[in-house]
């Protein structure tokens, strides 16, 4: 039992020895042996390697893949007119060289990442402080954006080289500080104000105007419609007199007849109506009496 036990024993700590000389890049990865803190080898390619068990020999993977660096801050930048202003951006940048970098960098993507938003920031200040708004915000900002690459590169490639390689660098968003931004809102909205104030008087002088131009021309239409009606009225008048001239010259009983038929329907209108005379001695129920032959007897010619 005692020798199983050994052997047993021996198996794993040869396993466990084994394991530790054995270790696995991915192809996503550089990886760094070290030897007694100094770096012994760079491993670029993906695949199984081997080393030397701890504490003789160690390693450790830093990210070969594109990153990406956003702007961590949003502290104000000035312009070349001293405008304040906040951008946001962000760079594409990747590790190229691990021993140039862990020697001048870091040993991890964080420091480089906290050294190259210095880099960046500073690129991008003294670019902004050569350029107006208005530059900042037209077809110049793509110009802005290369020579801000172009500065970190000379540094991050300079005498003693990052071991990194900068792709892209972009703004996202460029604007005034939160002061200056109320403001122009408040400026922005007090001329869309006086600007619908201005369009709702010409529309109510417009209104004004047509409802005066409407009116004018109505009555104009009435005078002239009154005065067609009163026209042909005169014509119908003159007319109707002319008919009844001529008619009541061939019969002066019927013209009398008519005329007092005429006066009795003016007179009886309503059933309302009271009219008290004496029957017997008026003239104005002359037609009314059957004695009289003047009604009633048929005109001769």
Not at 52 to 74: E, G, H, M, W
Not at 156 to 185: F, H, L, M, N
Not at 204 to 222: M, P, Y
Request: aromatic share 8%.
């Amino acid at each position: 039992m005692n020798r199983i036990g050994f052997i047993v024993t021996s198996a794993l700590v040869a396993l466990a020895l084994l394991s530790s000389t054995l270790f696995v890049v991915d192809q996503r990865q550089f990886g760094v042996v070290y030897a007694l803190g100094q770096i012994k080898e760079v491993i670029t390619e993906p695949g199984l390697n081997f080393k030397l068990p701890p504490p003789f020999q160690n390693v450790t993977y830093i990210d070969k893949r594109l990153l990406t660096l956003d702007s961590p801050d949003q502290e104000p930048m000035l312009t070349a007119e001293k405008q304040r202003v906040v951008i946001d951006w962000y760079v594409r940048w990747r590790i190229t060289d691990p021993l140039q970098y862990i020697r001048n960098v870091g040993l991890d993507e964080a420091a480089g990442a906290n050294q190259l938003n210095r880099v960046v920031r500073n690129a991008f200040q003294e670019e902004i402080n050569r350029r107006t708004v208005r530059e900042l915000l037209s077809g110049k900002r793509e110009q802005l954006m290369a020579d801000v690459k172009k500065e970190v590169l000379e540094v991050v490639k300079g005498a003693k080289p990052w071991g990194v390689d900068v792709v892209d660098v972009r703004i996202t968003r460029a604007d005034y500080v939160d002061a200056i931004t109320e403001s122009v809102y408040r400026r922005m909205e007090a001329e869309r104000k006086r600007v619908a104030t201005e369009l709702r008087s010409t529309g109510t002088a417009e209104g004004e105007k047509i409802r005066a131009d409407a009116d004018r021309q109505r009555e104009v239409a009435v005078a002239n419609a009154y005065r067609d009606a009163q026209k042909v009225k005169g014509e119908g008048d003159a007319q109707a007199a002319a008919i009844y001239a001529e008619s009541f010259g061939r019969d002066a009983n019927f013209a009398q007849f008519y005329r007092s038929l005429e006066a009795y329907k003016a007179s009886f209108s309503k059933k309302s109506d009271v009219m008290v005379v004496d029957p017997s001695g008026s003239e104005f129920f002359k037609a009314f009496r059957g004695s009289s032959g003047a009604a009633a007897a048929p005109a001769k010619k």
